[in-house]
């Protein structure tokens, strides 16, 4: 099985190379990732200007560095190996979790897979951590993998976020409750104004959901569709409003 592995934290992230030495038990590996550092960047391509490919070594993997983000990276990847199987996103160090999922560059990894036919999982732990124990979630990472690549009907694109210190796994849906955009005002050393953007949530995590496994130590698994169609809204809509067809 072929396995490419990509993050959004950037290819020298200890992250990526977690994920790397973790997949290798599955598959042959090779890394392609951003340069440096792509989160938030949600599922940017880059068109306007020409990518680079350069090899690089992550470890004891083969790795190539591109100066894209995640989906770029996902879209050479496989246009320089052929027929891969799986790609891998992450480990990202910060939770992708619920409304992160709309700017999460380490989810459109595996969505830019998954758009092109390919298996996508994207995998985040917790970033307030003193120091990240990427060992206490590899054998759950693992686990997910086995099931992941070994069931038939399992999912072809999943978003995995882990809590600190897991003690179980969990198929969970999205949260989508209410986030509070948060925008700070602040000063530079110049004098010159600038400002922090972030999100915060505003309501407490639904029972059964992505943000409320991580909250009771669960490692939670989420699979995802592309298509974004509210299906209720379209039906509903079909049977309100009448538009003459153009077509005779
Ligand atoms: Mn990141």
């Avoid at 036919?117 to 686990?143: D, L, V």
């Avoid at 969990?170 to 004098?191: I, L, T």
């Amino acid at each position: 099985m072929k396995i490419l592995i990509t993050n959004d934290d950037g290819i020298y992230s200890p992250g990526i190379l977690a994920l790397a030495e973790i997949a290798a038990d599955f598959g042959d590996v090779r890394i392609v990732a951003p340069d440096v550092e792509q989160s938030s960047m949600g599922h940017a391509i880059t068109a306007s200007r020409p990518l680079s490919y350069k090899k690089t070594k992550i470890g004891h993997f083969e790795a190539f560095r591109v100066n894209g983000t995640p989906a770029d990276c996902v879209s050479l990847g496989c246009f320089h190996w052929d027929k891969v199987d799986m790609v891998l996103s992450g480990i990202n160090i910060g939770s992708n979790l619920g409304n992160s999922m709309w700017h999460s560059g380490t989810l459109a990894g595996a969505k830019q897979a998954a758009l092109l036919g390919i298996k996508g999982i994207a995998f985040s732990t917790p970033s307030h951590q003193a120091e990240i124990e990427f060992h206490a979630i590899k054998q759950f990472a693992s686990n997910i993998l086995t099931i992941l690549t070994e069931e038939k009907e399992s999912p072809s694109l999943v978003n995995v976020n882990f809590p600190i210190n897991p003690r179980g796994i969990v198929w969970a849906r999205q949260s989508v409750r209410h986030y509070d955009g948060v925008v700070k005002p602040a000063e530079d050393p110049m004098g010159r104004q600038h400002y922090w953007f972030t999100v915060e949530p505003i309501e407490e995590a639904e029972e059964g959901t992505d943000r409320w496994a991580v909250n009771h130590g669960l490692v939670s698994l989420t699979p995802l569709s592309l298509d974004l169609t509210n299906n209720t809204e379209l039906e509903r809509m079909l049977q309100k409003h009448y538009f003459p067809s153009p077509i005779s």
